[in-house]
């Protein structure tokens, strides 16, 4: 569409079609005084303060009236001057005078409009009322409400709607005494999830976070939690972290974080960082130089070259780490045993996509979700442990997409869902065959989709057979009208995405759960188009990337396998050494070879496997058993206290690199402030100890020179290089210099050698431990959104573990009632491999027969009750299912530390 | 030529002023014999049926005619006719605005699929304006027909009827009405065999004056929070749940059936003609409700022509000031419109009438009468309490300014007033509102009107009251912070 022309205060202006005249003299420098727009969210033209005066209409409010070809403004008139005077002045003698002493002192919008229109300190203060007394809330940890400050402009309340879609507060009472409120008064007592995405939009003091200093200068970076990856800008002053804000221009996150990525960096500068290496001496770890650790650990590693040795990599290292840590395992000490815990979390989706898609990670973009008109959501708790993908969830339905939620727990997902399956856990198979059929018979599928560009449609539809919908209903738990309900919805609605996370993956048949969601969106003809695709959520900040840097058994570097001479070849050239050629031990079977005693030594980087494995006693007699463990971290972890060799690492937030997130974005991440002590960044480590091994291609002075050496061997990374990830990273496949990167997977050709994807047939098979009359309950795991993984950084975030710092387990209220537990009572969950004792929560977001765990929790390790039994193909252990039984504890019910009132923040939170 | 129609002995209690909803004389009317008045050539319309025993039932309704119109439009007149037939007579809304009622619903898409909606507005929240009650009470029959006509015309297959909470015998009425009318045939599908279906509802407010805006009220039926929304778009084009709405007083409704029973020519013949020299005024045409209360002696609701002047209201039909004391002011259509003084009382109670007098409008056509020994500094902190309290809190000058205009007039009530206070007050009331474009509805000049009407009619009073209070101050000008609430009795 053409753009607009219109002149404002004599100078011609030039927008485009849409624009509101505020946006229009705002683009063009032109400031009219608004207190209640924001750029953000829709015009609602209550503040009055934008007036301004339109050739032949006269007073019109800038923010609401669209620009309009020929149009001539005036943004000043006598007129103009005198309501705006009126209504800036009651606004103003109500609220408090004191900005010198203001939080938003110099930012406050308030402030700036008086300044602009000018206030006449007689009048002024003739007009003044000293009174307004209201109490503050500041019950959230973050953040303080006062009400006395507030202007009632309503961004906060438009914001936590339309973009937060949490809706924990509104506007209560009316005239002068009208004010912003949650439901219950008290912020905490909401379904309020702290994003603080309010905060930042407040124009005055009225909400501020608790915290806050202006910093000396930012760093543009990547968030360290989960695999959002949202960019953000960490504000530094004094060589540390006083402020966290989004980056408005990024195209993950438009700006927008949740509350670990906006108040969750504490854990950076606590007190607890390790600061020097440690060494086993008597039985305890004490401090020693980096010189002499290093040493020790070469000499070690030297004794037990070859499949006696194993490494364990993380996702919470870069790319370049990550790289070299393969590297490091791979060429020097010359096995391929090395894995990472995404082996937990998403081995299931790049087997089980690789096989039929040829690539295993999300097809789409996040952006691209808020396009989709129907979103099919399994198996993902996407407000908790995506928050920020899971507004643009939001922003679909607001747009009027469809929403089909199906998990096993009522989740907060659910108030914007279409359709709610409250699916049994472990019948994904069930539920996604038996969507299939519906599709199937009633020939709703996209038949030109499938004879272009698949095979093995008729295997797989013969194999539907084996899904009577009686059947499937009984496995299922869901209603059949609601199965035929999704399916006629998913297949209806083009184009259709599928988001889904751990709920498909950790369980035994893992792999078949990802195959079912493939053959659905392949069925559908979904694949290959905006706002369609499959899309599996990550879930740390660089499990992608760690993927993508081979920090796997079976392939190097941009999943080229191990197993082809060629492959190896290359490598073999490139790095200078002979390559092992058969596929090592995946995460979970080496803490069995570890017991047998095949695997003697590891060197475990930022993991936590004795909270975060499977049957964690059993990884905990494993590696107890190890002639050498070192451990590198950030914190002395549950894990580190059991090592020889503790090396200290850096954070995210104190060295270069770069993390690819979950939409396969290589984003950079960027030092902000110095290491703690003596900590070094782990790719510097872990050449040292190359070095010292006497291996050559170890000496990098920078990450950026690793990144070179990546894109040259990695052909999905070979066009990646530092200066153009700038300013807004590159998704992969990006093969050369001049490719802009692939958005969406698989628009032309799937990545398989003859480009069609492959339709499966599956069989149902039940998760392998389900209740008995010995463990009469399912135990399933989910996670929090105030805390991540197992805790080693959020738990060290003082608010946090005020929104969240107890394990609870989660029960509906009639096994509770038919157990008479109360809420609040300890109790110990016992299943035939270890015992937690937790304090219960009562709540009907579980379904009968189901309780749940999270895992954040070192105090109860939920990970010592879930069954190791493992996906044939993935080798994922079914931590979504196990069966346990509960025994009260004697004595009276204690309420909870942190109990909530309402259970409104069950959902929100978890 | 006018009549008296129906007038209600009154019962003398001092400071009935105010209450928003003439609670104590609709009860007076209910329990006044029509005694002995005398008759006049002008033919009751809208009250014709007001009096008579029973007249809140179906049975009594048909006995004088009821529904015979809505029989005959259904089966005589398609609705594009009767639209015409409505914009044709110039009826102009009685809620408030005037505005014409034909224009209204032709802003309605052409050929809408559907659903449109219709909303009667019976929220009747105006201080001093209690005359749909009467009509809803004794003749809930009526106003349905109305409605159902009106639906009829503007392709509405649902019509809200809001009623606001203080109006129980309304409810139960209008709600007796609606079922009686269903299972007659009047409501419900295909009605009286016509092919047109039409579903009414009641809803009943929760205490708020807001929810009587046009936007508010639909806002309100949604459920949410009465917050009137910004126009355009007007209700015509997006109204209730985003479809084409309209909404019309009680009054309204009613006087478009008695358009269709008795004709355009009618109508016309009652009320004050169109000005010749001005080609956009409709005229005011037809019969209007008013009601009368304050110092006078028969305080009630009449009807009368449009354009009747104030005096004969207030001298004729309401036996005058009471007490044998002189007038001071009145408050020509409700608390919004202000005030005129004794000497303006000649002012024709038509839509223009009282503009000329510097009033908002004829607003609710409903008389507030003050005698000569009512303080306007008492009237004008009364008012502003009202729409301080009323304020839906959205839009900064309205939130700010009443509630500010009301912590002046406590300092003035409280003996700390200056002189300089009268002209801040003034500056308030001159810039929210409407009409100087800074708020979104309409309360906001509701609430000036009686600030700046007051003050300039009344200014030596408003001075004198000053002087004599604040002996001390009341030349001061200094700054002086406003005072704390708390340290005035409310
Ligand atoms: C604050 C405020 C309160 C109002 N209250 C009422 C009311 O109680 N009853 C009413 O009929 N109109 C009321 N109105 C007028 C309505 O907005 C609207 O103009 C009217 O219902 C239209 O009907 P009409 O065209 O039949 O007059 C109010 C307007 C404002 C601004
Ligand atoms: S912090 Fe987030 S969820 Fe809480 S009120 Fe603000 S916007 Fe809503
Ligand atoms: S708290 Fe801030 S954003 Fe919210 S209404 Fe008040 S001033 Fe506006
Ligand atoms: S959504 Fe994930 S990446 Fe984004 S701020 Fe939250 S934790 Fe960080
Ligand atoms: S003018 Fe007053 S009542 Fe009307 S919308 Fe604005 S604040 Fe609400
Ligand atoms: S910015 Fe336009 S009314 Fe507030």
């Known amino acids: 569409m053409a753009d607009l022309r219109l002149t404002i205060d004599g100078r011609q202006v030039v927008v485009a079609q849409g624009a509101t005249i505020l946006e229009a003299a705002l683009d063009a420098g032109i400031y009219i005084p608004h207190l209640c727009h924001h750029p953000d969210l829709k015009p609602v033209g209550i503040c009055r303060l934008c007036m301004v005066e339109v050739a032949g209409r006269g007073m019109t409010l800038a923010c609401l009236a669209p620009a309009e070809d020929g149009m001539v403004v005036k943004t000043e008139s006598q007129q103009i001057d005198k309501v705006r005077r009126v209504a800036l002045e009651l606004l103003l003698v109500n609220h408090p005078g004191d900005c010198l002493t203001c939080a938003k002192n110099n930012r406050c919008q308030l402030q700036r409009i008086a300044a602009y229109v000018g206030v006449s300190p007689q009048r002024f203060a003739r007009l003044r009322r000293t009174e307004k007394t209201l109490p503050p809330d500041d019950s959230n940890p973050f953040f303080l409400f006062d009400p006395n400050q507030c202007v009632l402009c309503g961004i906060c309340i438009r914001t936590c709607d339309e973009i937060v879609g949490a809706n924990a507060i509104d506007f209560a009472f009316r005239g002068f005494q009208t004010m912003v409120s949650t439901l219950s008064g008290r912020w905490v007592e909401s379904s309020c999830v702290s994003c603080g995405e309010c905060v930042v939009r407040c124009p005055v003091a009225a909400l501020v ?180 993908l899971a507004l643009k969830v939001v922003e679909a339905v607001r747009r009027g997409a469809k929403l089909i939620v199906a998990n096993p727990k009522h989740i907060d997902l659910d108030r914007h869902a279409t359709l709610r399956l409250q699916h049994q856990p472990g019948s994904d198979v069930a539920l996604l065959m038996g969507m299939a059929r519906v ?71 893992g792999t078949d759960n990802v195959l079912a969601i493939s053959n659905l969106a392949l069925l559908t003809g979904n694949l290959g188009i905006p706002g369609g695709g499959i899309n599996p959520l990550r879930g740390q900040g660089n ?5 993508d840097m081979g920090a796997l058994p079976n392939v190097l570097p941009g999943y080229q396998r191990v197993d082809d001479p060629q492959i190896r070849s290359k490598f073999e050239a490139v790095w200078g050494c002979t390559l092992p050629p058969g596929p090592g031990l995946a995460l979970t079977e080496m803490f069995d070879a570890m017991l047998r005693g095949q695997i003697k030594a590891v060197y475990l980087m930022g993991e936590n496997p004795l909270l975060s494995e499977a049957d964690a006693q059993h990884a905990e007699r494993a590696l107890r058993q190890l002639d050498f463990l070192v451990v590198q971290d950030i914190f002395l972890t549950e894990t580190a206290r059991l090592a020889h060799v503790v090396l200290p690492a850096a954070s995210s937030a104190e060295k270069d690199g770069t993390f690819t997130n979950t939409e396969r974005r290589v984003q950079r991440v960027r030092k902000a402030v110095d290491p703690p002590g003596e900590a070094k960044p782990d790719w510097w480590i872990i050449c040292q100890i190359a ?216 959902c929100a939170g978890r | 030529m006018t009549v008296y129609i129906a007038a209600i002995p009154a019962r003398r209690r001092e400071r009935c002023l105010l209450r928003a909803s003439g609670e104590g004389i609709a009860r007076r009317f209910r329990s006044a014999a029509l005694s002995g008045l005398p008759t006049m050539p002008y033919q009751n319309v809208l009250l014709a049926n007001v009096g008579k025993p029973n007249s809140h039932t179906l049975a009594a309704y048909l006995a004088s005619g009821g529904y015979s119109t809505l029989r005959k439009v259904l089966k005589e007149k398609s609705p594009q006719e009767v ?89 139960k009425r209008m709600q007796a009405a609606i079922d009686e009318a269903r299972a007659a045939g009047y409501l419900g599908r295909n009605i009286l065999g016509s092919g047109f279906s039409l579903e009414v509802y009641l809803h009943r407010g929760a205490g708020a004056y807001i929810c009587g805006e046009e936007t508010g009220l639909i806002e309100s039926i949604e459920g949410r929070r009465a917050w009137p929304r910004i126009k355009p778009p007007f209700p015509a084009v997006e109204g209730l749940f985003r479809k084409p709405t309209v909404v019309n007083n009680v009054e309204t409704v009613a006087c478009v059936k008695h358009i269709l029973e008795r004709g355009v020519a009618w109508f016309k013949s009652i009320g004050t003609p169109a000005d010749p020299n001005d080609p956009r005024d409709p005229g005011s045409y037809g019969p209007k409700l008013f009601g009368i209360s304050g110092h006078v002696n028969r305080p009630g609701c009449y009807e009368a022509p449009l354009g009747i002047s104030c005096r004969e209201l207030i001298e004729r039909f309401a036996g005058g000031v009471w007490k044998g004391r002189k007038l001071k002011a009145v408050v020509p259509g409700g608390l919004s419109t202000g005030v005129i003084t004794a000497e303006e009382i000649d002012t024709p109670m038509d839509f223009s009438g009282p503009l000329r007098v510097g009033c908002l409008g004829l607003g609710t056509g409903c008389l507030i009468v003050l005698d000569e020994t009512y303080s306007m500094v008492d009237f004008l902190y009364n008012s502003c309490r009202f729409f301080a309290h009323e304020s839906c809190g959205q839009c900064t000058p309205c939130r700010e300014g009443t509630h500010w205009a009301l912590q002046m007039l406590r300092r003035i009530k409280a003996g700390r007033g200056r002189i300089k206070d009268l002209d801040l007050l003034l500056e308030i009331g001159d810039t929210i509102g409407i009409l ?55």
């Not at chain 1, 499990?543 to 993927?547: D, I, L, M, R, S």
């Not at chain 2, 914009?87 to 009685?94: D, E, Q, T």
């Not at chain 2, 800074?438 to 009686?450: H, Q, R, V, Y």
Request: proline content about 7%; hydrophobic content about 35%.
């Open chain 2, 83 to 171: 639209v015409e037939i409505v914009r044709a007579s110039n009826l102009r809304g009685r809620g408030g605005a005037g505005f014409p009622t034909g224009l209204k619903w032709s802003f309605l898409p052409d050929k809408h699929p559907g659903p449109i909606y219709f909303c009667v507005n019976a929220d009747e929240s105006e201080p001093g304006t209690f005359v749909n009650r009467v009509q809803m009470e004794h003749d809930p029959h009526q106003v349905l027909e109305g409605t159902i006509i009106s639906c009829y015309a503007t392709g509405a297959s649902r019509a809200y009827i809001y009623i606001r909470y203080e109006y129980p015998l309304c409810w």
């Open chain 1, 209 to 388: 976070p608790k915290r806050y200093q202006q910093p000396q200068h930012e760093v543009q970076t990547v968030c360290p939690y989960c695999g959002v990856g949202c960019t953000i800008y960490v504000g530094i002053r004094g060589g540390r972290i006083v402020a966290v804000g989004g980056d408005r221009q990024s195209p993950v996150n438009q700006g927008r974080l949740c509350v670990k990525g906006r108040f969750g960096h504490d854990f950076v500068h606590h007190p607890d960082r390790l600061t020097t290496p440690l060494v086993r001496r008597d039985g305890q770890l004490v401090p020693v130089a980096w010189d002499e650790a290093l040493e020790l650990v070469a000499r070690q590693f030297d004794q037990y070259r070859g499949d006696a040795f194993a490494a364990m990599s993380s996702a919470r290292c870069t790319n370049e780490e990550n790289y070299l840590m393969q590297k490091l395992v791979r060429a020097v000490l010359g096995t391929n045993n090395i894995d990472h815990c995404a082996r937990l979390c998403h081995s299931p989706s790049v087997a089980g996509l690789a096989r039929t898609l040829g690539s295993g990670a999300m097809t789409n973009t996040i952006q691209d979700i808020a396009q989709s008109r129907c979103i099919f959501a399994i198996g993902t708790n996407t407000t908790a442990a995506h928050p920020v």
């Open chain 1, 691 to 906: 070095q010292r091994l006497g291996a050559s291609g170890f000496s990098f002075s920078h990450p950026q020179e690793i990144m070179s050496e990546i894109a040259s061997l990695t052909p999905i990374y070979g066009g990646m290089a530092y200066q153009r990830l700038e300013p807004q990273g590159l998704q992969w496949p990006c093969p050369s210099m001049d490719h802009p990167g692939t958005p969406i997977l698989h628009t032309q050709r799937f990545a398989t050698p003859d480009g069609k994807a492959r339709f499966v047939p599956l069989d149902y098979k039940p998760p392998a431990e389900l209740p008995d009359d010995e463990y009469p309950l399912l135990l399933t795991t989910d996670r929090s959104l105030y805390q991540y993984h197992t805790g080693t950084m959020t738990r060290r975030v003082e608010g946090l573990e005020v929104l969240d710092g107890q394990e609870r387990l989660c029960i509906n209220p009639h096994d509770a009632a038919a157990m008479q537990l109360a809420d609040g009572q300890q109790v110990i969950v016992r299943s035939r491999r270890g015992r937690v004792m937790v304090r219960v929560k009562v709540t009907s977001s579980c379904q009968p027969g189901v309780v749940s765990l999270t895992f954040h929790f070192a105090e109860t390790p939920t990970n010592v009750l879930t069954h190791a039994a493992l996906d044939p193909v993935a080798k994922i252990p079914e931590t979504k299912v196990c069966a346990v039984r509960i025994e009260p504890l004697d004595g009276p019910p204690q309420p909870g530390l942190h109990q909530q009132i309402t259970d409104t923040t069950s």
């Open chain 1, 543 to 547: 499990v992608q990337g760690a993927c």
């Open chain 2, 436 to 490: 100087p474009g800074t708020t979104i509805c309409g309360l906001a000049d509701g609430a000036a009107w009686p600030i700046k009407t007051a003050i300039r009619k009344f200014r030596q009073e408003f001075e004198d009251y000053i002087k004599h209070t604040n002996v001390a101050g009341w030349m001061e000008t200094q700054p002086v912070p406003a005072l704390e609430q708390s340290a005035v009795a409310h």
């Open chain 1, 439 to 509: 599709i199937a018979e009633e020939r709703l599928y996209d038949a030109e989709f499938i004879a272009r560009r698949t095979v093995d449609f008729d295997a797989f539809r013969a194999s539907l057979e084996r899904f009577p919908l009686e059947f499937v209903e009984q496995a299922t738990g869901v209603p059949r009208q609601h199965i035929v309900e999704a399916a006629r919805m998913f297949a209806n609605h083009k184009p259709a995405s599928i988001l889904y996370a751990m709920g498909i993956t950790q369980h035994t048949h």
